[in-house]
């Protein structure tokens, strides 16, 4: 496009673009990045593996790659939706939020523990080695 002085404009449009980069397109594809690597090579992120759980298939197999990407836009959608995706697990038998459903996963604990058996433990742990009062 000429100017009035008879330069060449040099400005591409946006269509002219393959993507443009913003902070909001970062962010989303860092978290992508981040919860599809964890969930598809281990089954859990590093939060997970501190509650010690995993993320499988309904059928107790290891995620995929494209399994973790669903589950990513269940997240997404859930998010959307005011959180109500998140808040299902609450209701749902099999405790299984939006993003569960979608992807066909489940959580399930990694580690041999009933609730309160670790408090149990301490408790009775302590009244052993209490000294008994004379």
């Not at 593996?49 to 589950?71: D, K, Q």
């Amino acid at each position: 496009m000429t100017n009035k002085t008879g330069t060449t404009n040099h400005h591409p449009s946006t269509s002219n673009r393959l993507f443009i980069i913003t902070p909001e397109g970062i962010n989303l594809a860092l978290t992508l990045s981040y919860f599809t690597f964890f969930l598809g090579s281990r089954g859990q992120t590093p939060g997970k593996m501190i509650m010690g759980v995993r993320v499988v298939t309904m059928e107790g197999e290891p995620l995929s790659f494209w399994r973790s990407v669903r589950r990513f836009i269940g997240y997404m959608l859930s998010f959307l939706a005011l959180y109500v995706g998140f808040l299902w697990i609450l209701v749902d038998n099999n405790r299984q939020g939006w993003h569960d459903k979608l992807a066909g996963t489940i959580v399930i604990y990694v580690w041999d523990a009933e609730p309160g058996k670790l408090y149990k433990a301490s408790v009775q742990q302590a009244q052993e080695n209490r000294a008994p009062n004379d």
